[in-house]
């Protein structure tokens, strides 16, 4: 089979696409702050509790308003104005980081603040996944989107190095000024998305309990489209140690704040160059069985990362648990994108939120309980076996899935 046409465009390309430019580069700033405050709120609520269990509770916390406002969300998405709903999430993620800053500045964070600031940002990310998600295949043309997936990909991978590392050094500083420097990306991305337009068209449909639940039962009767999304839902569930970073940071690597803000940053740094990789080479052939072997590779390193007490050695296993789960993403997220009708996207894209929101904030909140049980290492190396585990049954469950040559 011969390359889509988008093999043939070059990267500069994208630059004719101002709308999908004003997208990245707001999803750049939104993701940097996002990451900061992340970290910043999870090396305090370390430090307030000592708790592995309370760790694991932001990530549950979080996760709550996925399960209550996801399939609203993407009706919303596929109904209005989707970079205007991605505004208002943002605007959201604002207000929380005008909060959080406030707090630290006058000395009155605490776990309940903390797990509440954790609802709202679960709240906005919610709105914000599907409305995102949805945008792209409108900014670009179709044979672009593969490239467009990657570059976004990219993007965010530049957000999740850049934020963490930074947000590590200036909270060893202040740990005000993370919040403050958080709030000015964020006010610079809401700039930027306000400014996206598109071809909006209102959809016709009402909404109904049955137009909400539209995107579930699309994806349920199309099981390579399942088999997709859920793969990410188990593996990344059972797989998952960004809640147990700051345990590493501080009780076994002992690298402190700054080192917290590193080792979160390392996935990214792996995944941003398989983004680029994949901009410039897109994979067009076998894509079910580099899906799964990707999720695989994936486990692997957490098994790697697990037994590890050498920093360089935990860098290492992490950023390259980063470059797989990057193709993993990129092939999932166009394989969803181009296998969904336009007026669908949107609940399609919040059955796909569920699934990503189940696999980071459960599977934060996985890591924090089995920790507390196992200790970190006992959790981090039962998950890689549990990641392993999934990619064998999954190729049983989908043989279609695992057969799929091509997106199209």
Same mark, same amino acid.
């Given at each position: 089979?011969t390359a889509?046409?988008a093999?043939?465009?070059?990267i500069s390309?994208?630059?004719a696409?101002?709308?999908f430019?004003?997208l990245?580069?707001?999803?750049?700033?939104g993701?940097?702050?996002?990451?900061?405050?992340?970290?910043?709120?999870?090396?305090?609520m370390?430090?307030?509790?000592?708790?592995?269990?309370d760790?694991g509770?932001v990530?549950l916390?979080?996760?709550?308003?996925v399960?209550?406002l996801?399939?609203?969300?993407?009706?919303?998405?596929d109904?209005?104005h989707?970079?205007?709903?991605?505004?208002f999430a943002t605007a959201?993620?604002l207000?929380?980081?005008v909060v959080?800053?406030?707090?630290?500045y006058?000395?009155?964070v605490?776990?309940?603040?903390?797990?509440g600031?954790?609802?709202?940002?679960?709240?906005?990310?919610t709105?914000?996944?599907?409305a995102?998600?949805?945008?792209?295949?409108?900014l670009?043309?179709?044979?672009m989107?593969?490239?467009a997936?990657?570059l976004?990909?990219?993007?965010?991978?530049v957000?999740?190095i850049?934020?963490?590392?930074?947000?590590?050094?200036?909270?060893?500083?202040s740990p005000?000024?993370v919040?403050?420097?958080?709030?000015? *990306?964020?006010?610079?991305?809401?700039?930027l998305v306000?400014?996206v337009?598109?071809?909006?068209?209102?959809?016709g449909?009402s909404?109904t309990?049955?137009?909400?639940?539209?995107?579930?039962r699309f994806?349920w009767?199309?099981?390579?489209l399942?088999?997709?999304v859920?793969?990410?839902l188990?593996a990344?569930?059972?797989?998952g140690?960004?809640? @147990?970073?700051p345990i590493?940071?501080?009780d076994i690597?002992?690298?402190?704040?700054?080192?917290?803000?590193?080792?979160?940053?390392?996935?990214?740094?792996g995944a941003? *160059?398989m983004?680029?990789?994949l901009?410039?080479?897109p994979?067009?052939?076998r894509?079910?069985?580099?899906?799964l072997?990707s999720?695989?590779?994936?486990?692997? *390193?957490?098994?790697?990362f697990?037994?590890s007490?050498?920093?360089?050695?935990?860098?290492?296993? @992490?950023?390259i648990?980063g470059?797989?789960d990057?193709?993993?993403?990129?092939v999932?997220?166009?394989?969803?994108q181009l296998?969904?009708p336009?007026?669908?996207?949107?609940?399609?894209?919040?059955?796909n939120?569920?699934f990503?929101?189940?696999?980071n904030q459960?599977g934060e909140?996985?890591s924090?309980?089995?920790?507390?049980?196992?200790?970190?290492?006992g959790?981090?190396l039962?998950g890689?076996?549990?990641?392993?585990?999934?990619?064998a049954?999954?190729?049983?469950l989908?043989p279609?899935?695992a057969?799929?040559?091509?997106?199209?």
């Amino acid at each position: 089979m011969t390359a889509p046409a988008a093999s043939r465009e070059s990267i500069s390309d994208f630059f004719a696409y101002r709308h999908f430019i004003r997208l990245w580069v707001s999803r750049i700033f939104g993701g940097a702050a996002g990451q900061m405050v992340m970290v910043a709120t999870a090396w305090q609520m370390y430090d307030l509790t000592g708790s592995a269990w309370d760790l694991g509770l932001v990530g549950l916390y979080q996760f709550a308003p996925v399960v209550l406002l996801t399939f609203f969300a993407g009706h919303v998405a596929d109904r209005y104005h989707r970079a205007r709903v991605s505004a208002f999430a943002t605007a959201l993620q604002l207000i929380n980081a005008v909060v959080l800053l406030a707090a630290t500045y006058k000395g009155f964070v605490s776990r309940e603040l903390l797990l509440g600031v954790s609802v709202m940002l679960g709240a906005a990310r919610t709105f914000q996944m599907p409305a995102n998600q949805s945008l792209v295949p409108s900014l670009v043309p179709p044979a672009m989107l593969p490239r467009a997936m990657a570059l976004s990909s990219a993007g965010f991978q530049v957000a999740v190095i850049g934020g963490p590392a930074l947000a590590g050094l200036v909270f060893a500083v202040s740990p005000v000024s993370v919040y403050a420097v958080a709030l000015l *990306c964020l006010l610079v991305s809401l700039v930027l998305v306000s400014q996206v337009q598109y071809d909006h068209r209102t959809a016709g449909h009402s909404m109904t309990l049955d137009s909400m639940f539209a995107g579930l039962r699309f994806v349920w009767t199309r099981k390579q489209l399942l088999g997709a999304v859920s793969l990410d839902l188990m593996a990344v569930l059972f797989g998952g140690a960004v809640a @147990l970073l700051p345990i590493y940071a501080k009780d076994i690597l002992q690298v402190g704040p700054a080192g917290l803000g590193v080792l979160r940053s390392a996935p990214a740094v792996g995944a941003l *160059c398989m983004s680029v990789l994949l901009a410039h080479f897109p994979i067009t052939r076998r894509i079910g069985r580099t899906l799964l072997l990707s999720v695989a590779a994936y486990g692997v *390193c957490m098994l790697a990362f697990g037994i590890s007490t050498n920093f360089y050695l935990s860098l290492a296993a @992490l950023a390259i648990s980063g470059s797989f789960d990057t193709v993993s993403v990129v092939v999932r997220q166009t394989l969803v994108q181009l296998d969904t009708p336009d007026d669908m996207r949107g609940r399609v894209g919040a059955v796909n939120s569920v699934f990503i929101g189940a696999s980071n904030q459960l599977g934060e909140f996985e890591s924090g309980a089995t920790a507390a049980l196992l200790g970190p290492v006992g959790s981090v190396l039962l998950g890689g076996c549990g990641t392993l585990a999934v990619v064998a049954l999954w190729w049983k469950l989908f043989p279609a899935l695992a057969r799929r040559d091509s997106f199209r």
